[in-house]
């Protein structure tokens, strides 16, 4: 991503050779696509990578289904199978019923659909998409990220997306590279970008964007130190607690999964009880992924809030301090 004339789009038009690259290397399945001839660049076009552009690029005078199939004509596919292609294409980008018609019918938030379902029609390993969703309105520009995101988790391609709009890539990049008068200014996720700029360019650039919506549980949470084990005894749990100056502590097992919590108020009113009859396993938990705008909420009536895997292993602990903290540092 970047503004106008930073480069993305010409260095995106180089991988497959739409335009020619002066220097450098462009290895896909370790092969040089700089370096392939015709005949292969027409094979890597036709096979490897699909393009989805900012203006559609449909046919008008053809009905959706023959714009789907048209990369699958180019390839000599018979009619019936290209067809039957085509049809799953189309469905898979929520335009089924519409095969027959004219693409100058359809809005457009539909006409960007035929060009995706296209470009999948031909199942290429890689997705080259220039800026396909600038010319769209806001709604329905949301909504066809929300259908890209859907169809990547579907599908599991890899997709090299262009765009000028920061929260476009903060929302659908896992990596994020940003561009400046040609050059690479910094790449990385995007929780990466916002935290550790490389420098004043990309902090500018950056500014005012709202954190608590790429910030997650795992960037703010602090380590789950310590905890009791459930053989211990309420008097360790109370003694870690007096120790480290803390008001609860969490109960693991062996593999270190979250079994409960202990307050310090239950550890000295049931001292002489069993871990088991101490803790309790009401506990607040959240996933490492979580945004932290989701979880903001929750800690105004819930802390400390435990951050554990799928499997239940505890990894951290979130409280309204290392939230607020994070926040804060963001700031300066």
């Known amino acids: 991503m970047g503004l106008s004339g930073s480069g993305k789009s010409t260095l995106l038009r180089c991988l497959n050779r739409l335009i020619e690259p002066t220097a450098g290397h462009i290895i896909l399945d370790g092969e040089d696509v700089a370096t392939a001839n015709s005949e292969e660049l027409r094979e890597i076009r036709r096979k490897k990578m699909g393009m989805v552009f900012q203006n559609f690029a449909l046919i008008h005078h053809r009905t959706v289904l023959d714009n789907v199939a048209y990369g699958l004509e180019i390839q000599g596919i018979s009619k019936e199978e290209r067809d039957v292609k085509g049809k799953e294409a ?15 019918q359809l809005s457009g938030g539909m006409q960007q659909r035929v060009g995706l379902a296209r470009a999948l029609a031909t199942d290429p390993d890689i997705l080259l998409m220039d800026e396909a969703f600038s010319a769209l309105d806001p709604l329905i520009r949301s909504e066809m990220q929300d259908e890209l995101l859907a169809l990547e988790e579907k599908m599991q391609k890899t997709i090299v997306f262009v765009s000028h709009d920061l929260d ?26 916002l935290t550790k700029p490389a420098d004043d360019y990309v902090s500018k650039f950056v500014a005012g964007v709202d954190r608590t919506k790429i910030l997650t549980a795992e960037t703010v949470m602090k380590r789950a130190d310590p905890v009791v084990s459930m053989n211990s005894s309420p008097k360790v749990a109370l003694q870690l607690m007096r120790e480290h100056g803390i008001s609860s502590i969490f109960v693991v097992n062996r593999e270190k999964h979250l079994k409960g919590i202990i307050s310090v ?64 540092i963001e700031e300066v």
């Open 90 to 104: 189309i469905e898979t980008v929520g335009l089924k019923g519409y095969e027959n018609s004219k693409t100058s």
């Open 168 to 193: 476009e890539a903060l929302k659908l990049g896992d990596r994020i590279m940003i561009m400046h008068d040609g050059e690479i200014a910094q790449i990385g996720t995007a929780e990466n970008i």
């Open 265 to 328: 108020d239950d550890a000295v009113r049931k001292v002489g009880k069993t871990i088991k009859d101490v803790m309790t396993s009401d506990v607040t938990t959240t996933h490492p992924d979580t945004p932290l705008n989701e979880l903001i909420p929750i800690i105004e009536n819930s802390s400390p809030i435990a951050v554990t895997k799928d499997d239940g292993k505890l990894l951290g602990v979130i409280v309204r301090g290392s939230v607020l903290g994070a926040l804060a």
